[in-house]
């Protein structure tokens, strides 16, 4: 971490080399791979979720418990707001800010490549989920369009439970209104994906014994969900093409963002 922030603030250095640098540091450390620990989503506000302080060490406890867990990139966040640009651009017929945001875009992209490309073996990038992915897989529970966490989380984890993720850690802000959509609808995400464990945690700031009851059944029931090897039925969700009346729908469709 520390060489990483040194390369980006003083601009000089290779930011892809230090990350294979480190990734081969890592490999060395030895691991039982025997078993694979049940993986848990770990989904909500992303600022929340990235920094431990404001989750009450939400991940730390969860993997104290026997789980492993899985959290979206930051850079999600980021190619999320070049979709939101371009998308708003083309409501306002905005030329130039369509043009602006189709720029920012691919420039984005290709760096995202270029730090990222000798990283290939060492990342599970079966369980990645692609921004276009999750704006599809979130029709059934909120729509696309609403700006925010809720269809990044949902997306998310829609597309993950069929490629075996046994839980789903939701973290929010305490009164957080995008947050507390997420938890109205995890039971109706519950019941279309054979029961998966789910969990909401709304943190104000104070620890609670009951949270770590609360975490202790949950890792409980994660454990027995991936023992029995429930998997999730695949959804048919919906594509962008069920809004092929919207004219914005249709150029967003047909764009790679």
């Not at 720029?103 to 276009?132: G, M, Y």
């Not at 969700?237 to 790679?256: I, K, L, N, W």
Request: charged share 25%; hydrophobic share 35%.
């Amino acid at each position: 971490m520390e060489e990483v922030i040194k390369c980006i603030e003083s601009g000089k250095g290779s930011l892809n080399k230090i990350l294979k640098n480190t990734a081969a540091e890592f490999a060395t450390i030895k691991t039982d791979k025997s078993q694979r620990k049940p993986v848990v989503s770990v989904v909500g506000e992303i600022f929340m979720r990235d920094n431990p302080f404001c989750s009450n060490f939400l991940v730390q406890r969860l993997e104290q418990l026997g789980l492993e867990t899985l959290i979206s990139p930051f850079s999600e966040w980021i190619e999320y707001s070049t979709y939101r640009y371009t998308r708003d651009s083309i409501w306002k017929n905005d030329r130039k800010g369509k043009l602006k945001s189709r720029i920012q875009n691919i420039s984005q992209h290709v760096v995202s490549r270029l730090i990222l490309k000798d990283l290939k073996h060492t990342i599970d990038h079966d369980k990645e989920v692609s921004l276009k992915a999750m704006l599809t897989a979130c029709n059934p529970y909120v729509h696309k369009d609403y700006d925010g966490d809720p269809p990044l989380a949902l997306g998310t984890v829609a597309n993950l439970v069929p490629k075996g993720i046994s839980g789903v850690a939701n973290i929010l802000p305490f009164t957080c209104m995008p947050g507390t959509l997420i938890t109205s609808v995890s039971e109706m995400f519950r019941h279309d994906h054979n029961s998966i464990p789910w969990i909401n945690i709304a943190y104000d700031g104070q620890d609670t014994v009951t949270l770590e009851t609360r975490l202790q059944a949950f890792a409980y029931q994660v454990r027995e969900f991936a023992k029995n090897g429930k998997v999730s039925p695949k959804i048919k969700y919906q594509d962008f093409t069920r809004y092929a009346g919207e004219p914005v729908a249709q150029e967003m469709a047909q764009s790679e963002y």
